[in-house]
Protein backbone atom coordinates (compact mmCIF):
# COMPACT_ATOMS: atom_id res chain seq x y z
CA UNK A 1 0.00 0.00 0.00
CA UNK A 2 1.63 3.49 -0.80
CA UNK A 3 1.76 6.38 1.51
CA UNK A 4 -0.44 8.67 -0.55
CA UNK A 5 -3.56 7.55 -2.40
CA UNK A 6 -4.25 8.20 -6.07
CA UNK A 7 -7.19 7.79 -7.91
CA UNK A 8 -5.89 4.39 -10.26
CA UNK A 9 -7.35 6.13 -13.36
CA UNK A 10 -8.82 9.18 -14.75
CA UNK A 11 -9.73 9.89 -18.52
CA UNK A 12 -11.12 13.01 -20.42
CA UNK A 13 -11.42 13.91 -24.15
CA UNK A 14 -9.17 15.93 -25.68
CA UNK A 15 -9.66 19.96 -25.12
CA UNK A 16 -11.16 18.95 -21.87
CA UNK A 17 -9.45 19.26 -18.53
CA UNK A 18 -8.99 16.33 -15.87
CA UNK A 19 -8.17 16.65 -12.13
CA UNK A 20 -5.92 13.78 -10.36
CA UNK A 21 -5.95 13.94 -6.70
CA UNK A 22 -3.58 12.94 -4.08
CA UNK A 23 -4.25 12.30 -0.78
CA UNK A 24 -2.08 11.96 1.99
CA UNK A 25 -1.74 13.08 6.10
CA UNK A 26 -0.91 15.87 7.80
CA UNK A 27 2.89 14.22 7.98
CA UNK A 28 3.22 14.41 4.26
CA UNK A 29 1.22 16.54 2.25
CA UNK A 30 -0.23 18.51 4.56
CA UNK A 31 2.67 19.17 6.90
CA UNK A 32 4.58 20.58 4.07
CA UNK A 33 4.24 22.45 0.51
CA UNK A 34 6.70 20.20 -1.10
CA UNK A 35 4.31 18.27 -3.35
CA UNK A 36 5.72 16.93 -6.82
CA UNK A 37 4.03 15.18 -10.05
CA UNK A 38 5.60 13.06 -12.15
CA UNK A 39 4.61 11.91 -15.89
CA UNK A 40 5.87 8.42 -16.93
CA UNK A 41 5.49 6.95 -20.44
CA UNK A 42 5.30 3.44 -20.65
CA UNK A 43 8.63 2.30 -20.31
CA UNK A 44 10.19 5.61 -20.21
CA UNK A 45 11.69 7.40 -17.24
CA UNK A 46 9.53 9.42 -15.19
CA UNK A 47 9.37 13.19 -15.72
CA UNK A 48 9.65 16.15 -13.06
CA UNK A 49 6.06 18.38 -14.10
CA UNK A 50 5.53 19.79 -11.24
CA UNK A 51 7.13 20.68 -7.99
CA UNK A 52 6.64 22.53 -4.61
CA UNK A 53 2.84 21.88 -5.09
CA UNK A 54 2.64 24.10 -7.14
CA UNK A 55 5.79 25.24 -9.66
CA UNK A 56 6.64 24.12 -13.20
CA UNK A 57 10.61 23.44 -14.16
CA UNK A 58 11.70 24.75 -17.58
CA UNK A 59 10.02 23.50 -20.53
CA UNK A 60 6.41 21.83 -18.97
CA UNK A 61 3.63 23.29 -20.54
CA UNK A 62 1.03 25.50 -18.68
CA UNK A 63 -1.53 23.12 -19.45
CA UNK A 64 -0.18 21.20 -16.37
CA UNK A 65 -0.73 23.30 -12.88
CA UNK A 66 -0.78 22.14 -9.22
CA UNK A 67 -2.46 23.15 -5.90
CA UNK A 68 -2.85 21.99 -2.64
CA UNK A 69 -5.64 21.98 -0.19
CA UNK A 70 -5.36 20.57 3.44
CA UNK A 71 -3.87 17.02 2.80
CA UNK A 72 -4.97 16.33 -0.72
CA UNK A 73 -3.12 17.54 -3.48
CA UNK A 74 -4.42 18.18 -7.04
CA UNK A 75 -2.78 17.83 -10.37
CA UNK A 76 -4.99 19.48 -13.37
CA UNK A 77 -4.46 18.95 -17.08
CA UNK A 78 -5.97 21.24 -19.23
CA UNK A 79 -7.10 21.33 -22.86
CA UNK A 80 -6.30 17.84 -22.80
CA UNK A 81 -3.82 15.94 -25.42
CA UNK A 82 -3.88 12.78 -26.90
CA UNK A 83 0.27 13.03 -25.46
CA UNK A 84 -0.76 13.72 -21.95
CA UNK A 85 -2.24 9.83 -22.08
CA UNK A 86 0.72 8.50 -19.40
CA UNK A 87 0.45 7.40 -15.67
CA UNK A 88 1.11 10.00 -13.02
CA UNK A 89 2.61 10.12 -9.79
CA UNK A 90 2.66 12.41 -7.17
CA UNK A 91 5.06 12.48 -4.36
CA UNK A 92 5.40 14.40 -0.82
CA UNK A 93 8.23 15.19 1.50
CA UNK A 94 7.28 13.48 4.75
CA UNK A 95 9.44 14.86 7.29
CA UNK A 96 12.88 13.51 8.64
CA UNK A 97 14.58 13.74 5.15
CA UNK A 98 11.40 10.98 3.98
CA UNK A 99 10.22 11.26 0.79
CA UNK A 100 7.03 8.97 -0.26
CA UNK A 101 5.35 8.38 -3.80
CA UNK A 102 1.08 7.87 -4.51
CA UNK A 103 -0.01 4.65 -6.00
CA UNK A 104 0.07 6.40 -9.70
CA UNK A 105 -2.98 7.40 -11.64
CA UNK A 106 -3.39 5.99 -15.34
CA UNK A 107 -4.97 8.70 -17.39
CA UNK A 108 -6.06 8.26 -20.41
CA UNK A 109 -7.37 10.99 -23.44
CA UNK A 110 -10.41 9.69 -25.14
CA UNK B 1 22.29 18.35 -20.37
CA UNK B 2 21.92 16.04 -17.58
CA UNK B 3 21.65 12.47 -18.28
CA UNK B 4 21.97 9.52 -15.97
CA UNK B 5 21.95 6.36 -16.70
CA UNK B 6 21.52 2.55 -14.70
CA UNK B 7 24.44 -0.24 -14.87
CA UNK B 8 24.73 -3.33 -12.99
CA UNK B 9 23.24 -6.98 -12.91
CA UNK B 10 20.08 -8.03 -14.50
CA UNK B 11 19.10 -10.77 -12.47
CA UNK B 12 20.21 -11.99 -8.91
CA UNK B 13 19.55 -14.90 -6.69
CA UNK B 14 17.52 -14.44 -3.38
CA UNK B 15 19.79 -13.43 -0.11
CA UNK B 16 22.46 -12.08 -2.27
CA UNK B 17 23.77 -8.39 -2.71
CA UNK B 18 22.79 -6.60 -5.29
CA UNK B 19 25.28 -3.57 -6.69
CA UNK B 20 23.98 -0.98 -9.06
CA UNK B 21 25.81 1.39 -10.66
CA UNK B 22 24.39 5.43 -11.21
CA UNK B 23 26.91 6.85 -14.44
CA UNK B 24 26.08 11.00 -14.82
CA UNK B 25 26.85 13.68 -17.21
CA UNK B 26 25.72 17.22 -17.22
CA UNK B 27 26.83 18.16 -13.43
CA UNK B 28 29.09 17.76 -10.75
CA UNK B 29 28.53 16.40 -7.57
CA UNK B 30 31.51 18.59 -6.34
CA UNK B 31 28.05 21.01 -6.43
CA UNK B 32 26.87 22.38 -3.47
CA UNK B 33 23.64 20.83 -2.57
CA UNK B 34 23.68 18.41 -5.20
CA UNK B 35 22.49 14.84 -4.82
CA UNK B 36 22.30 11.92 -6.64
CA UNK B 37 19.41 9.31 -5.49
CA UNK B 38 18.03 5.77 -6.14
CA UNK B 39 14.37 5.45 -6.54
CA UNK B 40 12.58 1.45 -7.65
CA UNK B 41 9.61 0.56 -9.25
CA UNK B 42 8.13 -2.89 -9.03
CA UNK B 43 6.35 -4.10 -11.99
CA UNK B 44 3.03 -2.37 -12.39
CA UNK B 45 3.44 -0.98 -9.00
CA UNK B 46 4.50 2.00 -7.47
CA UNK B 47 7.42 4.28 -7.19
CA UNK B 48 9.59 3.70 -4.25
CA UNK B 49 12.23 6.16 -2.96
CA UNK B 50 15.26 3.86 -1.63
CA UNK B 51 18.84 6.46 -0.99
CA UNK B 52 20.16 9.57 -1.95
CA UNK B 53 23.78 10.76 -1.49
CA UNK B 54 25.06 14.72 -1.69
CA UNK B 55 27.68 16.44 -3.08
CA UNK B 56 29.60 16.50 0.67
CA UNK B 57 28.51 12.70 0.88
CA UNK B 58 25.61 13.22 3.67
CA UNK B 59 23.59 10.19 2.95
CA UNK B 60 19.86 9.79 3.36
CA UNK B 61 17.79 6.35 3.73
CA UNK B 62 14.11 5.37 2.83
CA UNK B 63 13.34 4.62 7.00
CA UNK B 64 11.60 0.23 5.53
CA UNK B 65 15.04 -0.16 3.94
CA UNK B 66 17.88 1.84 5.83
CA UNK B 67 19.48 -1.53 7.02
CA UNK B 68 19.99 -2.88 3.55
CA UNK B 69 21.14 0.30 1.80
CA UNK B 70 24.76 1.33 1.40
CA UNK B 71 24.58 4.21 -0.91
CA UNK B 72 28.74 5.59 -1.75
CA UNK B 73 29.72 8.14 -5.06
CA UNK B 74 33.06 8.29 -6.58
CA UNK B 75 32.73 12.30 -7.40
CA UNK B 76 35.95 11.74 -10.13
CA UNK B 77 34.58 9.17 -12.17
CA UNK B 78 30.64 10.83 -12.08
CA UNK B 79 29.64 7.82 -10.61
CA UNK B 80 27.14 6.57 -7.63
CA UNK B 81 26.72 3.49 -6.08
CA UNK B 82 23.64 1.35 -4.80
CA UNK B 83 24.30 -1.99 -2.64
CA UNK B 84 20.95 -3.75 -1.14
CA UNK B 85 21.52 -6.94 0.56
CA UNK B 86 19.52 -10.11 1.18
CA UNK B 87 17.77 -9.49 -1.84
CA UNK B 88 14.36 -11.14 -2.24
CA UNK B 89 11.61 -11.50 -5.03
CA UNK B 90 9.28 -8.62 -3.96
CA UNK B 91 12.62 -6.46 -4.88
CA UNK B 92 12.19 -7.10 -8.45
CA UNK B 93 11.60 -4.38 -10.26
CA UNK B 94 12.96 -1.70 -12.48
CA UNK B 95 15.81 0.52 -10.64
CA UNK B 96 16.46 4.33 -11.44
CA UNK B 97 19.33 6.63 -10.58
CA UNK B 98 18.10 10.64 -10.67
CA UNK B 99 19.39 13.86 -9.73
CA UNK B 100 18.29 15.92 -7.11
CA UNK B 101 18.92 18.98 -4.67
CA UNK B 102 18.84 19.61 -1.11
CA UNK B 103 17.21 23.58 0.11
CA UNK B 104 16.98 25.37 3.43
CA UNK B 105 13.74 25.68 4.93
CA UNK B 106 13.77 27.85 7.82
CA UNK B 107 11.15 25.39 9.51
CA UNK B 108 12.77 21.91 9.31
CA UNK B 109 16.38 22.46 7.94
CA UNK B 110 17.82 20.84 4.87
CA UNK B 111 15.49 18.79 2.75
CA UNK B 112 14.95 17.39 -0.66
CA UNK B 113 11.72 16.70 -2.15
CA UNK B 114 11.92 16.32 -5.80
CA UNK B 115 13.89 14.58 -8.52
CA UNK B 116 14.16 16.32 -11.74
CA UNK B 117 16.46 14.19 -13.96
CA UNK B 118 16.28 10.85 -14.24
CA UNK B 119 17.57 7.30 -15.94
CA UNK B 120 15.54 4.86 -17.63
CA UNK B 121 16.00 2.69 -14.73
CA UNK B 122 17.21 -1.10 -15.17
CA UNK B 123 15.33 -3.85 -14.39
CA UNK B 124 16.36 -6.28 -11.58
CA UNK B 125 14.93 -9.60 -11.45
CA UNK B 126 15.16 -11.67 -8.40
CA UNK B 127 14.93 -15.58 -8.94
CA UNK B 128 17.38 -18.70 -7.91
Known amino acids: QSALTQPPSASGSPGQSVAISCTGT?????????VSWYQQHPGKAPKLMIY???KRPSGVPDRFSGSKSGNTASLTVSGLQAEDEADYYCSSYAGSNNVVFGGGTKLTVL | QITLKESGPTLVKPTQTLTLTCTFS??????????VGWIRQPPGKALEWLAL???????EYSPSLNNRLTITKDTSKNKVVLAMTNMDPEDTGTYHC????????????????????WGQGILVTVSS
Open chain 2, 98 to 117: AHSARFYDFRIGYYFSFFDY
Open chain 2, 26 to 35: GFSLRTSEVG
Open chain 2, 53 to 59: IYWNDDK
Open chain 1, 52 to 54: DVS
Open chain 1, 26 to 34: SSDVGGYNY
